[in-house]
């Protein structure tokens, strides 16, 4: 079930010259409908919303980027596919978890090889919920949302455009937080992101299911036995007292993937050459509260007050 991981080759777009961009991260983003995309990525992510065709049985894995996309990945297509895979020999021993679930228009997740994947499907997004079709919502696709507390998200952001950049880290922090507090960060404005989710959850609740990334670090048996009934397998009584939900946990934990040899050394390249993912940088330190060693004290309460106003009433919080 492993998609074809290389690009047909993005081109850059015209339709982004007539749009707000900015430079300031690894690579210019663009305005889109209210949501900052990858300039380089907009010719594909403006297809989905009239093109991709959502199916009731479609399990969407949707995640702000840098909330631990590639951690779920490998959890949810652990669970779903448990009666196919030996825990010894077993796909994430030999393939990097985002290539196991294709993010939908992305690069190894064009619309027509979304087309052909077999029913149920596991998909991925990190696109906002009004840049996917709204029969989304209609035809009852089953959604697990992925974000993470904005302070750990930013510095996760950062360093990952960084080594991204190929360069000796040179992105500003403080520019970069400037633009992330403005809303202008990839997908975002992280907000919009968070709340268009929330809200959908709460309309929602038996489809959708909301997760913080501080969650999954504090209680990953329990976030495991949610995801498994979401998917619709759950764990039955037998499983449970014979230890596969930990044996699950411990297969997707940080220690494992980032010491199997693929995440170790395997990389693409995006951009014809001018962006660089290593694996190794999905896997930096895999943490809660991590931000105080980037950002200052100031930094961190400014980003306080920010996301305290951008959810006040919502029943969000961080
Ligand atoms: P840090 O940069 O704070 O370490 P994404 O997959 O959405 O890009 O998110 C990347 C973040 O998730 C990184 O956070 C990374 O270390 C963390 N991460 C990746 N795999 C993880 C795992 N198995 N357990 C916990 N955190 C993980």
Redesign the pocket.
């Known amino acids: 079930p492993v998609a074809p991981t290389e690009s047909k080759g993005c081109t850059e777009v015209d339709v982004a010259a007539a749009l707000p961009t900015r430079e300031g991260w690894s690579t210019p983003l663009t305005l889109y409908k209210n949501c900052w995309l990858r300039t380089h990525t907009l010719n594909r992510f403006m297809l989905v919303q009239d093109n991709f065709k959502p199916r009731s049985d479609d399990i969407i894995l949707a995640?702000h980027?840098?909330?631990?996309?590639?951690?779920l990945k490998?959890l949810a297509f652990t669970i779903a596919n448990r009666s196919s895979y030996d825990f010894a020999d077993h796909p994430l021993h030999a393939v990097n978890p985002q290539h196991l679930v294709p993010f939908i228009g992305a690069v190894g997740g064009d619309l027509d090889y979304i087309e052909t994947i077999p029913s149920p499907r596991l998909l991925s997004t990190h696109l906002p919920l009004s840049l996917l079709p709204p029969s989304l919502s209609t035809v009852g696709c089953r959604i697990i949302y992925l974000c993470r507390e904005p302070k750990?998200s930013f510095?996760?952001r950062w360093?990952?455009d960084n080594k991204m950049s190929k360069g000796n880290y040179p992105i500003n922090l403080d520019e970069a937080f400037a633009m992330f507090c403005e809303g202008c960060s990839p997908f975002g404005p992280f907000w919009d992101h968070y709340l268009q989710y929330w809200k959908e959850s709460l309309a929602r609740p038996q489809e959708v299911l909301f997760l913080k990334y501080e969650e999954l670090?504090f209680d990953p048996v329990k976030v495991v036995l949610k995801l498994a009934d979401l998917i619709g397998v759950p764990f039955t009584q037998e499983e449970e007292s014979s230890g596969v939900v930990e044996k699950v946990v411990k297969l997707?934990?940080?220690n494992e993937?980032s010491s199997q040899g693929v995440n170790q050394t395997g990389s693409v390249e995006r951009v014809g050459g001018k962006i660089l993912i290593q694996f190794s940088s999905?896997?930096?330190?895999?943490?809660v509260g991590?931000w105080v060693n980037t950002m200052s004290k100031e930094m961190g309460e400014k980003l306080d007050i920010l996301v305290e106003e951008k959810f006040k009433g919502s029943g969000l919080m961080f």
């Open positions: 995640t980027p840098k909330s631990g996309t590639t951690w490998a750990d510095v996760s360093h990952f670090v997707c934990s940080f993937l999905l896997f930096r330190k895999g943490k991590e």
